[in-house]
T-cell receptor
Framework: NAGVTQTPKFQVLKTGQSMTLQCAQD?????MSWYRQDPGMGLRLIHY???????DQGEVPNGYNVSRSTTEDFPLRLLSAAPSQTSVYFCASRPVTGELFFGEGSRLTVL | AQSVTQLDSQVPVFEEAPVELRCNYS??????LFWYVQYPNQGLQLLLK????STLVKGINGFEAEFNKSQTSFHLRKPSVHISDTAEYFCAVSDVSNYQLIWGAGTKLIIKP
């Protein structure tokens, strides 16, 4: 049982480049989410989804897009990377009620 | 809106000493409460949770937490810490009617040999 899998683990981008962080879960969870983690700021919700075809904005959505075409996958797209998007990104999923299961994180540096 | 305060950004403690990490939340509506742990360069994993029932909740690795509704607190405790407990600990709260988690800023537990 792989749980929540994120790729890539590390990425370096130049300002203005675009990229997609991949997230997949094999637990049949309806709810999936993306967080960013910055020192001293805890976890901040970027986008979330309560099921295939349904997405919504979190606390810090600007500069990011998501889609949810299947229950398993929830990719996060950076449209035009900026240095302020340098962060560690976590994907998480959970059943309708209950605890969040996290991926191991993707460390992104934007130069 | 709900908010979560972890009063200490860092807590240094000697090995085998007891520790308490504090967490307070703002709203007194019915809530679910969680503590997560993040070891260096890893994702977060659930330490323990309070959904209902007994206010004293036991989790993994010898940790426990007590839900205090009147003080809107959910402090995490361990009677004797080990070097392997070095990690960052996050408190999170959700209203029972809204499953979005609100996170505290985290507390780094530093174990001194």
């Amino acid at each position: 049982n792989a749980g929540v899998t994120q790729t890539p683990k590390f990425q370096v981008l130049k300002t203005g480049q675009s990229m997609t962080l991949q997230c997949a879960q094999d637990m049949n969870h309806e709810y999936m989410s993306w967080y960013r983690q910055d020192p001293g700021m805890g976890l901040r919700l970027i986008h979330y989804s309560v099921g295939a075809g349904i997405t919504d904005q979190g606390e810090v959505p600007n500069g990011y897009n998501v889609s949810r075409s299947t229950t398993e996958d929830f990719p996060l797209r950076l449209l035009s990377a900026a240095p302020s998007q340098t962060s560690v990104y976590f994907c998480a999923s959970r059943p309708v009620t209950g605890e969040l299961f996290f991926g191991e994180g993707s460390r992104l540096t934007v130069l | 809106a709900q908010s979560v305060t972890q009063l200490d950004s860092q807590v240094p403690v000697f090995e085998e000493a007891p520790v308490e990490l504090r967490c307070n939340y703002s709203s007194s509506v019915s809530v679910y409460l969680f503590w997560y742990v993040q070891y260096p360069n890893q994702g977060l994993q659930l330490l323990l949770k309070y959904l209902s029932g007994s206010t004293l909740v036991k989790g993994i690795n010898g940790f426990e937490a007590e839900f205090n509704k009147s003080q809107t607190s959910f402090h995490l405790r361990k009677p004797s810490v080990h070097i392997s407990d070095t990690a960052e600990y996050f408190c999170a709260v959700s209203d029972v009617s809204n499953y979005q988690l609100i996170w505290g800023a985290g507390t780094k537990l530093i174990i001194k040999p």
